[in-house]
Structures are given as structure tokens and as C-alpha cells.
């Protein structure tokens, strides 16, 4: 069992920046791949990355490549995401989510945190 909480979201103006933090629990973080999806009002949830178990491959949506940039922290059982540049449309709730293989494509992950909010000001 892991369980994730999400901390960071929070306000800001569009062009600023903000780094999302998810901590996990459960001694075999280093042994998932890691994801951040999103959902906004009135839209489906979205893919926005995931890294792999080592770091040593991820990917980006198409939407945010180049912004954002997912890492991990095995030591500290964390995963993040620096977002910058951010524009009024990445206003979201942003999820993390926990998986033992690294698919890009893959929607249904093991596990999901709460989700925190984003809220992008133009």
C-alpha cells in the first residue's frame, strides 16, 4: 500500500512559477513510477508527466513540455514538479499518482493522492 499527499499549489500569476511536491509512504517508493496528471472544471483529467522508477526516463505532455519538469527523490520518497511559465490554462487540480510500470499512455495507476489546487491568474 502507498499513500501520497500532494502539497505546493497554491496562486500565481501567469509567467511565475511553483513546484509541487508529493510525498509517499511505504518502503518501496523507489520501486514505482510516478506520475502528475490534472483535472480543471468541467474537463477530463489530463496526463501532464511520469517518471520512471529510476529517473532515468520521463515524459512530458505535449502541453507543458518545455514548463515543467517532473523529478523524484527516492531517498526522501518524493516526486515533484516545477512548473514555470505558467499560463492561466494549467489552472487545475493537480494529482499525483503511483504505478509499477512506467507507461505514458496509461491512465489507471495503483495508486492517487488528494490532489492540490493550481490556480493560474492572467
Known amino acids: 500500500q502507498v499513500q501520497l499527499v500532494e502539497s505546493g499549489g497554491g496562486l500565481v500569476q501567469a509567467g511565475g512559477s511553483l513546484r509541487l511536491s508529493c510525498a509517499a509512504s511505504?518502503?518501496?517508493?523507489?520501486?514505482?513510477?510516478m506520475g502528475w496528471f490534472r483535472q480543471a472544471p468541467g474537463k477530463e483529467r489530463e496526463f501532464v508527466a511520469v517518471?520512471?522508477?529510476?529517473?532515468?526516463?520521463?515524459t512530458y505532455a505535449g502541453s507543458v513540455k518545455g514548463r515543467f519538469t517532473i523529478s523524484r527523490d527516492n531517498a526522501k520518497n518524493t516526486v515533484y514538479l516545477q512548473m514555470n511559465n505558467l499560463k492561466s490554462e494549467d489552472t487545475a487540480v493537480y494529482y499525483c499518482?503511483?504505478?509499477?510500470?512506467?507507461?505514458?499512455?496509461?491512465?489507471?495507476?495503483?495508486?492517487w493522492g488528494q490532489g492540490t489546487q493550481v490556480t493560474v491568474s492572467s
Open positions: 499518482a503511483a504505478d509499477h510500470i512506467y507507461d505514458p499512455m496509461a491512465y489507471e495507476y495503483d495508486y
Open positions: 511505504g518502503r518501496t517508493f523507489s520501486s514505482y513510477a
Open positions: 517518471i520512471s522508477w529510476s529517473g532515468g526516463r520521463r
